[in-house]
């Protein structure tokens, strides 16, 4: 059974090194962990801080939860992303990911998306790519 997100949005996260050092925040339902400590979740929430690149991204995940390979919803909205990193498309069970907020300006990023089998909801508003003309 899976539980809540785990929140690490506003917590002033400039790298994914630094969200280690954080501590989710407590929403309405509560986390629960197993007996690793680690959180028993599909669903990461790391938005409204200062991330400007996705390196750490897999060791972000599997230091949170149980089941990293399970992520199925990643909040990446309101950061300083410029571009759609390759480990975005190693998230194989990910359905929904928001971007929105962000400074990606080439459309054709977003392609790189199309290996996602099961990706049916993105979220771009908000960043410059809103300006192409071929965006929509």
């Not at 790298?15 to 599909?42: F, I, T, V, W």
């Not at 991204?57 to 992303?81: G, K, Y």
Request: one cysteine or more.
């Amino acid at each position: 059974m899976y539980g809540a997100p785990v929140d690490l949005s506003f917590k002033y996260i400039n790298s994914l090194a630094d969200a280690h050092l954080e501590e989710p925040s407590c929403g309405l339902r509560p986390l629960k962990r197993n007996s690793q400590k680690k959180y028993l979740s599909r669903s990461l929430r790391l938005s409204n801080n200062n991330i400007t690149d996705l390196h750490d991204l897999q060791r972000t995940i599997s230091h949170f939860l149980a089941e990293p390979l399970q992520l199925a919803w990643l909040d990446l909205s309101f950061n300083n992303i410029t571009n759609i990193e390759q480990v975005l498309c190693e998230l194989h069970e990910l359905r929904v990911l928001y971007l929105h907020g962000n400074s990606i300006f080439i459309l054709s990023e977003v392609d790189k998306l199309g290996v996602l089998p099961h990706l049916h909801t993105i979220t771009l508003h908000g960043n410059v790519i809103e300006t192409n003309k071929a965006y929509r």
